[in-house]
């Protein structure tokens, strides 16, 4: 961008003076060319830019006015596709960040030779089974391993076939056993939290929606939209619920799903899960200046009721209660969905 700009700004002062010059010995109107930064975030470009106004000095003062524009060109910024060191600094100086970056760094020395011959990973896909500790795997190895007339203990499970594999401790800031709110936060964002709490950090107070005002985390799916990548979450659970939510959600409590899940007073202040998913697009880039997301391509799973009015009126045809949804502010988030993403699918 820099040499572009380069390029614009020398194409520009060749105008000014080619211009400059071109005059009437008669009236000695002159013709003149004026350049105006575009800030971050202005409606015509959204990570700044540069207009080009070019005009005759018709009152000869020497300045290009306002009435003596006669043509405009806009050179927009092309938008930020990472965050700055600023902008990430919730992350990168957070003491479980900081930490685990570092025992990044000593496990990549360790590997730097097969990592340079293997090269880097295109994309990147998460699969999380939810409570699969190591009991569970074992459970599942041994089993699959009988059903095909095996020695169960011997056989591998197809993630343990690949040449790398770890564990991680799992555990809340305020829990030993922890819960998937705090969990999924961590793996999304590399920073611990308490029980209960998605895509903040501990400083919040469960279930008090103005205390986590400042801390919200960022996520690798965000960090993927800001790079102009495809994502998506799937998932058996509803799609509001703590794990597939702290993809793409803050909340102070896990359990506000829809707005029916809230008290008056946090309601007022924050919002919910279910809505949060609906306005991602917009929510992210009201964060950070100069970023142009496209939205998450692919969301499946369950958990209709919280994105319909509680209102028989709005049940789909497929429902099996006499009232599907479960919201009370009378939002159909179903169509607000479409209604931004006209050639999605429903």
Same mark, same amino acid.
């Given at each position: ?30 013709? =003149? ?70 025992? =990044? ?9 097969? !990592? ?20 569970? !795997?074992?459970?599942?190895?041994? =089993?699959?391993?009988? =059903? ?199």
């Amino acid at each position: 961008m820099v040499i572009i700009m380069k390029k614009l700004n020398l194409i520009s002062l060749a105008v000014v003076v080619a211009l400059a010059g071109c005059s009437d010995d008669d009236d000695k109107i002159e013709s =003149l060319s004026v350049e105006n930064t575009i800030a971050v975030g202005s409606e015509q470009c959204i990570n700044g830019g540069i207009e080009t106004q070019t005009g005759e000095d018709s009152n000869q003062n020497g300045e290009l006015d306002a009435d003596e524009v006669t043509a405009s060109t806009v050179a927009c910024n092309d938008p930020a596709t990472s965050l700055n060191a600023q902008q990430l600094a919730p992350l990168t100086t957070n003491t479980w960040f900081k930490e685990a970056q570092t025992k =990044l760094v000593t496990s990549q020395d360790n590997i730097a030779n097969i !990592v340079k011959e293997s090269g880097k990973a295109k994309n990147v896909i998460l699969f999380v089974g939810d409570g699969m500790g190591i009991s569970t !795997v074992t459970a599942a190895r041994i =089993l699959a391993g009988q =059903l095909q007339g095996k020695m169960g203990e011997e056989h591998q499970l197809s993630f343990e076939t690949l040449p790398f594999s770890g564990f991680a401790k799992t555990y809340n800031v305020d829990a030993q056993t922890p819960d998937s709110a705090g969990t999924m936060t961590a793996m999304a964002s590399g920073v611990k939290t308490d029980v209960g709490v998605i895509g903040i950090d501990e400083a919040v107070v469960n279930g008090n929606c103005l205390s986590g005002k400042g801390h919200e985390l960022i996520t690798s799916l965000e960090l993927a939209e800001i790079a102009g990548k495809s994502t998506g979450i799937i998932s058996t659970a509803r799609i509001t619920h703590a794990t597939p939510a702290a993809t793409y959600a803050k909340s102070a409590s896990r359990n506000w799903e829809d707005i029916s899940d809230m008290p008056e007073s946090e309601a007022a202040n924050c919002e919910d899960i279910a809505s949060q998913l609906v306005n991602f697009e917009k929510n992210l880039e009201a964060r950070f200046a100069g970023i142009d997301v496209d939205g998450i391509e692919v969301v499946m799973g369950g958990g209709r009721r919280h994105f319909l009015p509680k209102d028989a009126a709005f049940n789909s045809a497929d429902a099996v209660s006499s009232v599907e949804g479960d919201r009370t502010d009378g939002r159909d988030l179903t169509a607000e969905w479409q209604a931004q993403y006209p050639t999605g699918q429903y």
